[in-house]
T-cell receptor, first 114, second 111 residues
């Protein structure tokens, strides 16, 4: 049983560029959340997708957008990249939307903006 | 705004020592979760505590949820080098799916 898979694992972008990160949830999971984790910090919630719609959003600008597909996989898009967007981006999946449900994290995508 | 504060932020101890990590908030949480994260990997769930005053044990790790459900602690007995990592507490408003994380405690256990 595959867990949460993310791609790419590492990437380098230039300021002003756009990036797309991808996530496949754990088998049987229908909810995907994205988190940003700066070095040495705890993850920060970006948004959650359920039934192909954004259901919850954290304190992130509109440059951060996402999408969920009918097979529950998800993408995170970041436009007009800033140096401060350099971080580990984590995808998490669960069955159902409740924060009390067990969620599983992928290994993350390391984004470096230069 | 719900916040979780962890202390200490950094801990470097010798193998065999005991330690406690604290996770505090001014808000009530319906549940709190503890994760461990190793470099280059995503967080892995260790335990979820739900009931005020609840104590859960996972081998040498003991987790406690405060009576008022505003705080939690993680106690490690006889730490081993394999316990090295970033320990995170997290909680969220029920039925929202939004997890709020503490800033983490980096633990280094020296052999």
């Amino acid at each position: 049983d595959a867990g949460v898979t993310q791609s790419p694992t590492h990437l380098i972008k230039t300021r002003g560029q756009q990036v797309t990160l991808r996530c496949s949830p754990k088998s049987g999971h229908d909810t995907v959340s994205w988190y940003q984790q700066a070095l040495g910090q705890g993850p920060q919630f970006i948004f959650q997708y359920y039934e192909e719609e954004e259901r919850q959003r954290g304190n992130f600008p509109d440059r951060f957008s996402g999408h969920q597909f009918p097979n529950y996989s998800s993408e995170l898009n970041v436009n007009a990249l800033l140096l401060g967007d350099s971080a580990l981006y984590l995808c998490a999946s669960s069955w159902g939307r409740s924060s009390g449900n067990t969620i599983y994290f992928g290994e993350g995508s390391w984004l470096t903006v230069v | 705004t719900q916040l979780l504060e962890q202390s200490p932020q950094f801990l470097s101890i010798q193998e065999g020592e005991n330690l406690t990590v604290y996770c505090n908030s001014s808000s009530v949480f319906s549940s709190l979760q503890w994760y461990r994260q190793e470099p280059g990997e995503g967080p892995v769930l260790l335990v979820t505590v739900v009931t005020g005053g609840e104590v859960k044990k996972l081998k040498r790790l003991t987790f406690q949820f405060g009576d008022a459900r505003k705080d939690s602690s993680l106690h490690i007995t006889a730490a081993q080098p394999g316990d090295t990592g970033l320990y995170l507490c997290a909680g969220g408003p029920s039925n929202t799916g939004k997890l709020i994380f503490g800033q983490g405690t980096t633990l280094q256990v020296k052999p």
